[in-house]
């Protein structure tokens, strides 16, 4: 077997990248129709498909923030895990169950890295029955809140040098990952790689602030709360919520070691992930050490992979039964396959359109590529995947 070769970005790429200014965004004809890898949440920064509650960044002078050791008063506290996806209203309609069984007092909610002034305001917004709507589920989730009345904290309050640093990453996220598709819509396989290659990468140190900031907060959980909510502090048991999207179980794993009266998790099963999110997992659970050196065909299996993710998506299949089949038709990729494949589909797109591109590019190479949901579904069982319902 031919050693594969490492890929190392071009050092004068990465500072364009982290500036974010002089990235180099290719994008598709116009007359192409698709789903883009960033608003599918295929590829979002640190996994995070819920996205902000506020739109813009608070200028006001912020609080510094301290992270002290985990408290006694953890014992009181009973916390149940609820990961699931947030692309839906059905998404957000099946946290109600759980307001009306457990009764929570707090829900913990995800912010994707904000600072300790942007957590408060969003906090206050719930409080004060004005929270910011954005997308169906939130106002699903937002009309919850309003109807059961738990109180809202958020996890993730990082200082203003690390929340700024986070959103600037983001948008290099962004970038690099608009550039790669672009890129691979326009038959260049060697620029889509390396874009994406930037896209993992920062991402991966994304993922890994937030989780590490929910983790501290996790610890601290009596502490921050008994701050936050006074009124709370007679409750012989505090019973909390915490709602996350699936990409964040470690903090789950994190939260059975910190001491509170007792932990547990609902998630629907089975759940996958697509190889971006995978591999980010990989790193947060110590399977893949940050130090080891991405190689150009890990990256053109991921690209592959969420395309092919949004593929299934397109058809209307679901986000974890989409992400087995991106995973499975692309994770034996080889570099001279996907160099192919990615001037196949661009010449086929440009008269076709990308479904029939893909399908195209994918014939070439023996591989055949479902074009219902239906299809999808019975390429899953074929190879005894268990659908996610």
């Known amino acids: 077997m031919a050693k594969r070769e490492e890929y190392k970005a071009k050092p004068e790429a990465k500072r364009e990248l982290k500036q ?22 295929a590829v979002l920064a640190g996994g995070a498909a819920l996205g902000r509650w506020l739109p813009r960044r608070s200028k006001e002078p912020e609080t ?13 506290i009973n916390v149940l895990f609820h990961f699931s996806d947030d692309t839906s209203p059905d998404d957000a309609a099946k946290i109600e169950p759980l307001l009306q069984k457990f009764k929570p007092h707090v829900v913990c ?10 957590a408060l305001a969003i906090e206050d917004s719930f409080a004060q029955g004005n929270p910011k709507e954005y997308t169906e589920y939130r106002m699903v989730f937002n009309e919850l809140i309003k109807r059961y009345k738990p109180r809202i904290f958020a996890l993730e309050r990082l200082d203003k040098k690390e929340a700024a640093s986070i959103e600037m990453d983001r948008m290099a996220v962004q970038g690099s990952a608009l550039a790669a598709e672009g890129a691979f819509y326009d038959g260049n396989p060697d620029k889509a790689i390396a874009n994406f290659y930037h896209t993992l990468i920062i991402d991966r140190q994304v993922n890994a602030t937030r989780e590490a900031r929910a983790k501290e907060a996790i610890s601290d959980l009596h502490r921050h709360l008994a701050s936050r909510f006074p009124e709370l502090n007679h409750e012989k048991e505090l019973r909390v919520l915490v709602q996350y999207t699936k990409m964040h179980t470690p903090i789950y794993k994190h939260a059975k070691t910190v001491g509170f009266g007792n932990v547990r998790r609902v998630m629907e099963t089975p759940t996958y992930f697509d190889l971006p999110h995978k591999l980010m997992r ?12 991405l190689t150009q065909e890990e990256v053109a299996q991921n690209l592959l992979g969420a395309l092919l993710t949004n593929h299934a998506l397109s058809l209307d ?29 661009s010449e086929v797109n440009q008269r076709h359109g990308a479904a029939k591109g893909m399908q195209a590019a994918l014939g070439k190479e ?20 268990p659908l996610a319902i």
Request: glycine fraction near 6%; aromatic fraction near 6%; hydrophobic fraction near 30%.
């Open 20 to 41: 974010g200014a002089k990235l180099e965004v290719t994008s598709p004809r116009s007359k192409i129709t698709r789903r883009q890898l960033l608003t599918s949440g």
């Open 64 to 76: 510094p923030v301290t992270h002290e050791v985990r408290l006694p008063g953890n014992k009181r």
């Open 109 to 118: 909610i995800e912010t994707s890295g904000t600072s300790e002034q942007e």
């Open 282 to 293: 990989e790193y947060t659970f110590g399977k893949r050490d940050v130090n080891q050196e």
């Open 317 to 345: 299949a679901n986000n974890s039964n989409s992400a087995a089949f991106g995973n499975l038709l692309s994770h034996k990729i080889t570099v001279d396959q996907f160099n192919r494949i990615c001037k196949k589909f």
């Open 366 to 385: 023996g591989i055949h590529l479902p074009m219902t949901k239906e299809e999808v579904h019975a390429w899953l069982k074929k190879r005894k995947v």
